[in-house]
């Protein structure tokens, strides 16, 4: 296939990307996750071409240097364009995966020029952060911001003064208060994944077998750091989370008992709680399964009415699917909210652009072959360093219930 033909799909695929990000369609969080995954197959399918078709211009143009003038050393290596560095290329990812079969080290140090430390390879490294943040789950609509170690900074929390003033008037002044300070201290996240050495021979040079070891670790740090984001209290981790970031009842909706006494008032309450300069951008709700069924279900004031308050088209009925609002406001459906939860909120609303996950220099991996040796099987440590803040409580409203569900 021609260069110029490939970038050209390339752009094709990348404004399909963007097109199943923002989900204008309606799509269910399965069919946007299937859509996304065949794409970038597609993707790296398309980036593999490119990269054989430069190998092969490459040794053609040696061989005819060779043919023209005599060779007294070897020639230098070609640069390739489409490099960014030795753990993006192909052959550093199937020197990985061998090395991880083998525990033969060399192989990777020969592509890599290393005698420490080694890269995980750049489509095993993009594979987990698409995995983690996916832009269907609360983890891909958060706030995050990378940091290099604990920090300590000051948040805005009072406005300067604006008057209106008559002419030749003095102007009265005031410094914006930054008097509130948020401490940031990333604490360590790691998932180990024990792998036979069957399993990693049969990933060398599949590309498939490989994605799918590095999303399962991605699938199981997604759960528990949405937990430890959520909930708060997850052991190691940070206290607070989002369910406690109502700090006053000026922000809280309480309803007595659980689910099923929710009415469209609350909703309505809940959404209000927010102050409207917060109401917009980034500004959604956030509850679990059995709450968004429960929202679905609120019917018309009337002891016999089948009339839903919440219609998924203008003809009413169920037929049409989900709409993608509550009272016009955007839903992420999110099963790490605590539905036994009975002192914080447990349908949340707010702008999460005032809610930051802190990242620590990205995900690493450590791998060890020895501790598992006895069974010919190796160890996969993928880590990385998160800390959570709400940087503004009253960007954020919930719904209470004195009742578990």
């Not at 180990?192 to 060398?204: H, K």
Request: hydrophobic share 40%; proline share 4%; charged share 20%.
């Amino acid at each position: 296939m021609a260069t110029l033909s490939i970038r050209h799909e390339l752009g094709t695929i990348a404004a399909e990307m963007r097109k199943v990000n923002e989900n204008k369609e309606g799509w269910s969080a399965a069919e946007v996750e299937e859509r996304f995954d065949a794409l970038n197959k597609r993707a790296a399918a398309l980036e593999q071409s490119v990269q054989d078709e430069a190998r092969t211009k490459r040794i053609e143009d040696l061989a005819t240097k060779a043919n023209d003038i005599q060779l007294r050393t070897a020639p230098a290596p070609v640069a390739r364009a489409t490099r960014t560095g030795p753990t993006a290329s192909p052959e550093y990812r199937d020197a990985f995966w061998r090395y991880l079969s083998t525990g033969n080290m060399a192989e990777v140090r020969a592509i890599t020029g290393s005698t420490t430390n080694i890269g995980l390879p750049d489509d095993m490294y993009r594979t987990l952060v698409e995995k983690l943040y996916q832009p269907t789950n609360l983890l891909g609509r958060l706030n995050r911001l990378a940091v290099d170690g604990d920090k300590k900074f000051a948040i805005g929390n009072a406005l300067p003064t604006s008057a209106f003033v008559a002419e030749n008037t003095s102007i009265s002044a005031s410094d914006p208060s930054f008097s509130a300070q948020v401490t940031v201290d990333p604490v360590k996240l790691v998932c180990r994944t024990t792998a036979s050495i069957e399993a990693l021979a049969d990933a060398v040079g599949n590309p498939d077998m490989q994605g799918y070891i590095m999303k399962q670790q991605a699938t199981s740090m997604s759960i528990l750091l949405e937990q430890a984001i959520v909930r708060g209290g997850v052991s190691g981790a940070w206290t607070d989370g989002l369910e406690k970031a109502p700090v006053t009842a000026s922000q809280t909706v309480a309803v007595t008992g659980a689910y099923s006494a929710l009415t469209g008032d609350n909703i309505i309450d809940a959404a209000h709680k927010v102050a409207p300069q917060y109401r917009t951008g980034n500004f959604f709700w956030v509850m679990d399964d059995t709450a968004l069924k429960t929202i679905r279900k609120i019917k018309a004031p009337s002891t016999t009415s089948t009339d839903y308050i919440w219609k998924p088209d203008l003809n009413g009925g169920l037929v049409g699917g989900f709409p993608g609002t509550i009272y016009g406001i955007p839903y992420v459906v999110c099963q790490s909210v605590d539905a036994a939860e009975t002192t914080n909120a447990r349908i949340l609303i707010g702008n999460f652009d005032y809610a930051t996950l802190f990242e620590r220099l990205g995900m690493q991996m450590l791998v060890d072959p020895y501790s598992g040796s006895s069974t010919l099987a190796v160890n996969l440590y993928t880590y990385a360093r998160f800390d959570f803040k709400v940087l503004l409580a009253e960007a954020f409203a919930g719904i209470t219930f004195s009742t578990a569900n």
